[in-house]
């Protein structure tokens, strides 16, 4: 019975249907049938001066835009050009249900976004532009730029994808992109629109249609591949519009024509009042790693900061350290007062690059610099890895590796496991260099030759060491792998300058020691001793030989005159500073740390006592941090 029942629902429900789909066939056919118009929509915005209002408008009343094709084969990659509205564009321009719905998110919804946007693409497009028609491609492909990154140089995905085109890092360095711990050239302007040029001929040489190849420029070409190919199975047409992509995907190439509409046309959708930036007019120039950037931008005249924002590949702030040169960008006024300084001193005033290893030294106040200043880097363990092979293949130490990652002695490196390490920043070099406090004391290997029949047991036992650290030191694989005559390293010692005299102007050479920790030892620098001394090089550097450690007369006349020229050019300018108050646990040490100056210059410019305590809400005169070396000679407790 119930069965019956079910049946004879079935059967009634199927006849309805049936019914139904005949009454619309009919309506479809009726030459009278119109669809309901859509409901009003605030598609346009007046403007007049700074004021906008929006506008209702009935979206049925307006006429569909006329779009005609016309052919042009001059290029192999613009050989057919869309006409809508009165404007002409290069890539195919559908103004269909989708585009609408996206032109009106864009022109509510997403205004202020857009705003930007457009402010942002008179820097950039003149130069996209200018390299698409170089290479024979429709200018309006430079439309894919603010769908991909709204011009923002710094914008990252979700995917980790980077730059004005939005490249992940594996299409990036198949496309010549270098992309390392340094640099990252997918936020160079012009390398990765020069990479997005190559990779957009390479998609439109497999499909041979524009909004294909954009469509796999956002999803990959093989997913566009398998798409094409499903609907070629089930006899589908295969153009954009048909095939089964992700939904990201089916809102790319409509948001590219309806970026492309609203730009060219920025008065009908109330962005008329927008004015774009200048063009870019960066120059590049290159020099060595010697030089600093920041003595880059002393010696253009520019903020450092200035320098940085147009340089977004060097993001660490630093020189590539694996590279002998590298380019940068500078504005062209810029790099004529730089090229008119290296005329006149070619050399830099400091080799940091030369005392990188020196300056990132393998104490724990450095570690912990580089955790709070550094940039953390991740990568996997792959088969056959150790931690002292990645620790040489990343320039960090194993002590160092290992405390990052919680590792000891007996851990074991999973394949696949991720490790981190932190990467030097321009913050983790200022840090080091300014408070740095080097010992004056280093170790020095003691070595042995390894006596015939000799075992690592015995010799631990003679030197009064251990097996375990005979291997570590010697960088031993096993207790057997050593030889008769080998040199072998049985224990360190320390050599130490403390025995010199610290007042002595001329002392002797003592044995086991360098010019750089004479140097700490008598607060000076090497490259004064050797000029003191008629050094050239610091391997001059013999026991027993006589050294100045303070300057002869001679120089000291010469340095009086230079001090005496330099307070009276100095007292003439100016101190800049401003004023600012005492917060709740604010300490004359913290304050002078935070504006990069001193207690004692604090202590002058307010009139204070230097022992005495800080109110809450005090107020308190600072100097600006370019105006330090003026304020030391106010105070007068600078020493050259």
């Known amino acids: 019975m119930k069965f019956k029942i079910l049946q004879n629902n079935i059967s009634y429900f199927l006849v309805i249907l049936l019914i139904f789909t005949f009454v619309k066939q009919l309506e479809a056919a009726s030459p009278s049938y119109q669809p309901a118009p859509l409901r009003n929509q605030s598609l346009l915005f007046e403007t007049s001066g700074k004021a906008i209002r929006k506008i209702k408008l009935d979206v049925s009343s307006i006429k569909k835009p006329v779009v005609k094709k016309i052919t042009n084969s001059k290029t192999p990659y613009r050989n057919k050009f869309w006409k809508v509205e009165g404007k002409r564009y290069d890539i195919p321009i559908r103004v269909n249900s989708k585009v609408k719905s996206i032109l009106r998110k864009f022109a509510s919804k997403h205004r202020k976004q857009l705003i930007v946007g457009i402010q942002r693409s008179g820097k950039f497009m003149p130069m996209i532009t200018r390299m698409l028609q170089k290479e024979g491609l429709p200018l309006d492909l430079a439309y894919m730029v603010p769908v991909e990154s709204n011009f923002n140089l710094r914008a990252r995905s979700k995917k980790s994808a980077v730059g004005l085109w939005q490249f992940i890092a594996s299409t990036g360095r198949i496309y010549g992109l270098k992309i390392n711990r340094w640099i990252d050239e997918r936020r160079d302007p012009v390398l990765a629109t020069k990479a997005a040029i190559t990779y957009l001929k390479h998609l439109y040489g497999i499909f041979g249609d524009w909004e294909l190849a954009m469509a796999a420029y956002n999803s990959g070409e093989g997913r566009v591949k398998r798409a094409i190919n499903r609907a070629k199975k089930k006899g589908r047409k295969h153009n954009f519009w048909s095939l089964r992509l992700p939904r990201e995907t089916r809102g790319y190439v409509p948001s590219i024509m309806a970026m492309a509409v609203i730009y060219k046309n920025p008065k009908r959708y109330g962005f008329g009042h927008v004015r774009p930036l200048s063009p870019m007019d960066e120059?590049?120039?290159?020099?060595?790693?010697?030089?600093?950037?920041?003595?880059?931008?002393?010696?253009?005249?520019?903020?450092?900061?200035?320098?940085?924002?147009?340089?977004?590949?060097?993001?660490?702030?630093?020189?590539p350290m694996t590279q002998t040169s590298y380019s940068f960008y500078v504005p062209q006024n810029n790099r004529q007062e730089l090229m008119a300084s290296l005329k006149q001193n070619p050399n830099p005033s400091k080799k940091w690059g030369h005392s990188y290893n020196a300056l990132l030294g393998s104490s724990n106040r450095?570690?912990?610099?580089?955790?709070?200043?550094?940039?953390?880097?991740?990568?996997?363990?792959?088969?056959?890895?150790?931690?002292?092979?990645?620790?040489?293949?990343?320039?960090?130490?194993?002590?160092?590796?290992?405390?990052?990652?919680?590792?000891?002695?007996?851990?074991?490196?999973?394949?696949?496991?991720?490790?981190?390490?932190?990467?030097?920043?321009?913050?983790?070099?200022?840090?080091?260099?300014?408070?740095?406090?080097?010992?004056?004391?280093?170790?020095?290997?003691?070595?042995?030759?390894?006596?015939?029949?000799?075992?690592?047991?015995?010799?631990?036992?003679?030197?009064?060491?251990?097996?375990?650290?005979?291997?570590?030191?010697?960088?031993?694989?096993?207790?057997?792998?050593?030889?008769?005559?080998?040199?072998?390293?049985?224990?360190?010692?320390?050599?130490?300058?403390?025995?010199?005299?610290?007042?002595?102007?001329?002392?002797?050479?003592?044995?086991?020691?360098?010019?750089?920790?004479?140097?700490?030892?008598?607060?000076?620098?090497?490259?004064?001793?050797?000029?003191?001394?008629?050094?050239?090089?610091?391997?001059?550097?013999?026991?027993?030989?006589?050294?100045?450690?303070?300057?002869?007369?001679?120089?000291?006349?010469?340095?009086?005159?230079?001090?005496?020229?330099?307070?009276?050019?100095?007292?003439?300018?100016?101190?800049?500073?401003?004023?600012?108050?005492?917060?709740?646990?604010?300490?004359?040490?913290?304050?002078?740390?935070?504006?990069?100056?001193?207690?004692?210059?604090?202590?002058?410019?307010?009139?204070?006592?230097?022992?005495?305590?800080?109110?809450?809400?005090?107020?308190?005169?600072?100097?600006?941090?370019?105006?330090?070396?003026?304020?030391?000679?106010?105070?007068?407790?600078?020493?050259?």
């Open 283 to 319: 120059t590049k120039a290159s020099l060595t790693v010697a030089f600093s950037l920041e003595e880059v931008a002393k010696r253009s005249k520019m903020s450092f900061s200035a320098l940085r924002d147009k340089n977004p590949a060097l993001f660490l702030g630093v020189p």
């Open 366 to 640: 450095v570690t912990r610099v580089l955790e709070k200043f550094g940039a953390p880097i991740y990568f996997r363990v792959k088969t056959g890895d150790n931690l002292w092979d990645l620790a040489r293949k990343h320039k960090t130490s194993i002590r160092r590796l290992a405390r990052w990652n919680r590792l000891n002695s007996k851990s074991v490196l999973r394949v696949n496991r991720r490790l981190k390490i932190y990467v030097p920043t321009w913050r983790v070099f200022r840090e080091v260099a300014r408070n740095s406090s080097y010992s004056s004391t280093r170790l020095i290997a003691l070595r042995i030759r390894v006596p015939k029949g000799g075992a690592l047991s015995v010799i631990a036992e003679k030197y009064r060491t251990s097996v375990r650290k005979l291997m570590r030191w010697n960088k031993l694989s096993s207790p057997h792998a050593i030889r008769a005559g080998q040199r072998l390293v049985v224990g360190y010692r320390k050599a130490s300058n403390s025995n010199l005299p610290r007042e002595a102007s001329v002392i002797r050479v003592p044995r086991n020691t360098t010019l750089s920790h004479l140097a700490i030892r008598y607060k000076t620098s090497a490259r004064k001793l050797m000029t003191w001394n008629g050094l050239t090089n610091s391997r001059q550097l013999r026991t027993g030989m006589r050294l100045y450690v303070k300057a002869p007369e001679k120089i000291k006349r010469k340095q009086q005159k230079r001090i005496v020229a330099k307070k009276n050019s100095r007292r003439l300018i100016k101190v800049r500073h401003k004023i600012i108050r005492v917060r709740n646990g604010d300490t004359l040490w913290g304050i002078a740390r935070i504006y990069r100056t001193t207690v004692k210059a604090l202590v002058a410019l307010n009139e204070l006592k230097s022992e005495s305590h800080l109110r809450l809400n005090q107020k308190l005169i600072v100097p600006y941090p370019s105006s330090i070396i003026r304020l030391l000679v106010f105070a007068d407790i600078f020493a050259f």
